[in-house]
């Protein structure tokens, strides 16, 4: 599908490494916002932005709660995918607020030198470690962890998230334990996870979970939520209600 629609905004889905895909809906529609702390401006990056859909959601979600300043900057380490992402803002109702480079966090890293200044980074990071292959690099990079790890995200994030500021991932349910621990290397607190099932009778295969930078009662545990996409062949109500503002068919 060259053109895919959302209900306040459309998305070019030719050139960009990875397409529009449920993991980045679910991101973009679930990440906590009413956590994020007060900022003249609010500053959002959006990490392996792709088509530039969860920069695109969190725009409409901030912009529906009556947010008057706020910028999101997507980044991608593909060039195509970065250059669609920049065509998608510049046509979206928000295009003042939202920017799109061809940079990797490496080099970002490099860049701020640990002076960036977040208040929110959210990431579909690729998961796919020790498997095999696809034969197309681009697809490839976009889906394997040897261009980006959870990992790497934590360590910028530690470094460059103000106090008080947010990192929210979405990744496979099978990593949960050692991104935990990791994130409590890195003093990233785990504040919510979101374990979601596609089945009610299936094992959860994704997990949402949002850290914050700062200081926290370690004996607190996060908050727990469980979202199921589909039961008896149709979507349930509580994911329709998480994405009705976003899918025509919602």
């Not at 607190?189 to 370690?218: C, M």
Request: aromatic fraction near 8%; charged fraction near 25%.
């Amino acid at each position: 599908m060259s053109v895919f629609r959302f209900k306040k905004f459309e998305v070019t889905n030719v050139r960009s490494a990875m397409k529009v895909n449920t993991d980045g809906v679910l991101l973009g529609a679930s990440v906590s916002l009413d956590r994020l702390p007060e900022a003249e401006t609010l500053q959002v990056l959006d990490v392996g932005t792709g088509t530039g859909t969860i920069a695109l959601m969190l725009a409409q979600r901030l912009s529906q709660r009556g947010c008057p300043a706020f910028q999101i900057e997507g980044i991608d380490i593909d060039s195509a995918s970065a250059e669609e992402a920049g065509e998608n803002f510049s046509q979206s109702p928000w295009k003042e607020h939202l920017k799109a480079r061809h940079i990797d966090l490496g080099a970002l890293s490099e860049e701020s030198d640990g002076t960036a200044g977040w208040d929110l980074i959210v990431s579909n990071p690729p998961y796919f470690d020790c498997s095999l292959k696809a034969p197309e690099i681009r697809r490839n990079t976009a889906r394997h962890t040897d261009s980006l790890s959870y990992k790497e995200l934590m360590d910028y994030s530690t470094r460059n998230l103000n106090v008080g500021g947010c990192l929210a991932l979405i990744l496979p349910s099978d990593v949960e334990k050692p991104l935990l621990r990791y994130g409590r290397m890195c003093s990233l607190f785990p504040i919510r996870i979101l374990r979601v099932r596609t089945t009610p009778r299936k094992l959860p295969a994704r997990i949402v979970v949002e850290f914050l930078k700062g200081q926290k009662d370690l004996s607190a545990e996060p908050v727990q939520e469980e979202l199921v996409l589909q039961e008896g062949g149709n979507y349930t109500e509580e994911y329709v209600r998480l994405v009705k503002d976003f899918y025509l068919w919602a």
